[in-house]
């Protein structure tokens, strides 16, 4: 039987298809793999190593801003490579970090519950910094790659829309299964259930060793993803892009002064900061909420879904939406609607009995997940039509540059807030030392009102940013990708 032609575009490159879509929702999910266990590292060192909320907090503003500083350092270094790679640049560069992504997101789980404090700080800050470098050399060229896959503006919302596909199945493992396996309910000698007479309910501790294994393991499957992306996917516009005249030095702080400059990326990139200071610092709290509050600590993944399966709602209609609407008109719709389900979900801590009160939680969670999954559905073709609107403004294309400036923000973010959080939970009554079975009812509560805050914030901050900020809307969108092609043209 003969074997099906493949269909050529006019450059000679296979045309954009469902290929390129699923080997591009793999890159997330290999990225997935590591970036996911981040949510499960305050987790970790709070509830089974035990370091004091403040002391903590400190340590991981410090590792995050290296990993935010990191960023656009790399970006740099590879706008500015013009070497020629056998597999091209950016794929190059993706599977020396997935090589490194094998091992080194264990590294930071290394479970020494009884080791010296300052053993300990060198196991978290030595750890974090190696997982941090071959992750970032994995991600930077991932996400700027998108840009380089296709031109097409609907193509790219699909892109994006997939890549939240690869980013929502990534983040399952962890946040479903992993809590389950993590997660252990103690029972006295009898078999009969250790209550908190505080709360009421059965004490859940963590078991740090499966954390480790669990880290390895999860290395060796984004590993495959990566190769998958890498065999299948083609790249369409050349990979070496930074447009400059003749003789021109490329120049990393112009670049950094061209995304100062750039609203649209500045709108994103917010947007983006917002998602992940909210939903992100929110997941120690919701945890640790789950294990003293509920005592459903090994459930807490599996409601935390819920945020994301709304996405699964508009997939199939992204493109349509985009094409009537509008990605940025779009957005700003989905976080108007979860800025709804953050004050819906403040009514939750008010109610007495804990089954009704979970009802309502993924009642509001549901709600704000649904605003969420437009706008995750395309954020990052929000992205990929940023790096031309720098092209646009400047003449100079700069994806690594654009891209991780916007990951510094989000790594930013990332930091911050999680650190601010574990701060607040201290001040809120958490005592480290207590483990989750120590603690009062009164610091359980008010779990419940910091976990609520958070998302509010969250859903009214990304309003802003795509909003006000962020000024690609349908009808300037338009006019800059019709300029962009006439220049290519002369």
Known sequence: MAKKAIKLDENGHRKFGMLDKVAYAAGDFGCNMSFSLKGTVQTFWLAYMMLETGYLSILLLIVQIWDAINDPIIGSIIDADKRKYKMGKFKTYIFVGAIGLLVAGALVFIPVPNASLAIKTLIFIGGYIIWDACYTVANVPYGSMLSLITEDGGERAQLSTWRSVGSMFGNIVPMVILPMLIWHKEVDEKGNPVINPETGVQVETLLGERVFWAALIMGILGFIAFMFMIKK????V??????????????????????????AALGATIAAMAMFLGMQSATTATSIMFAIYFGQASLSGLVSVIGFAPMLLFMPFIKKIVAKWGKKEAASAGALISVLGGLLMFVFPMIGNKTISLVIYVISLSIYGIGMGIYTCVSWA?????????EWKTGKREEGTVYSLHSFFRKLAQGVGPSIVLVIMGLLGYVSKLGTEGQSAETAANMCWLVAGLYLFSAVLMFVGLTFIYNLDKKTLEKMNAELKARETV
Do not use: P, S
């Not at 996917?233 to 369409?236: D, G, K, P, V």
């Not at 929000?382 to 720098?390: K, R, T």
């Open 233 to 236: 996917i083609t790249i369409r």
């Open 238 to 263: 050349a990979d070496n892009t930074v447009k400059v005249n003749e003789g021109e030095k490329f120049n990393i702080f112009k670049a950094f002064i061209n995304f100062f400059k750039n609203r």
């Open 382 to 390: 929000l992205m990929a039509d940023a790096i031309d609107y720098n």
